[in-house]
């Protein structure tokens, strides 16, 4: 049981990227599905959720208008759409999953967690 995060990369300010979150061994039916990222130096942090359920959303207020998480409608790949990216984004990003109907970015509540993927962006 694991999840995969891909997606990462190399950017400018402004640029885009969509960040994939697949589990392996189970799906997301049962499951919230979280984003967090840690910068050099700082602690981890809640970056976006959607719950199980209801597919109800959360956002850092940040990256409020800017990301957009999602899944597909199988629930077997959950994605972060990242624009209008800034310096300030970069960071290891993190998914996450719980077994929750309502999500969270409460880093001792996840269930599961993927392997990071690294986001730069810098001009």
């Known amino acids: 049981v694991q999840l995969q995060a891909s997606g990462g990369g190399l950017v400018q300010p402004g640029d885009s990227l969509r960040l994939s979150c697949a589990p392996s061994?189970?799906?997301?039916?049962?499951?919230?599905v979280s984003w967090f990222r840690q910068a050099p130096g700082k602690e981890r942090e809640g970056v976006s959720c959607?719950?199980?359920?209801?597919?109800?959303?959360y956002y850092l207020d940040s990256v409020e208008g800017r990301f957009t998480i999602s899944r597909d409608n199988a629930k077997t790949t959950a994605y972060l759409q990242m624009n209008n990216l800034k310096p300030e984004d970069t960071a290891v990003y993190y998914c996450?999953?719980?077994?929750?109907?309502?999500?969270?970015?409460?880093?001792?509540?996840?269930?599961?967690w993927g392997k990071g993927t690294q986001v730069t962006v810098s001009s």
């Open positions: 996450a999953a719980a077994g929750v109907p309502i999500c969270s970015i409460d880093v001792g509540g996840m269930d599961y």
């Open positions: 061994g189970f799906t997301f039916d049962y499951y919230s």
């Open positions: 959607i719950s199980s359920t209801d597919g109800i959303t």
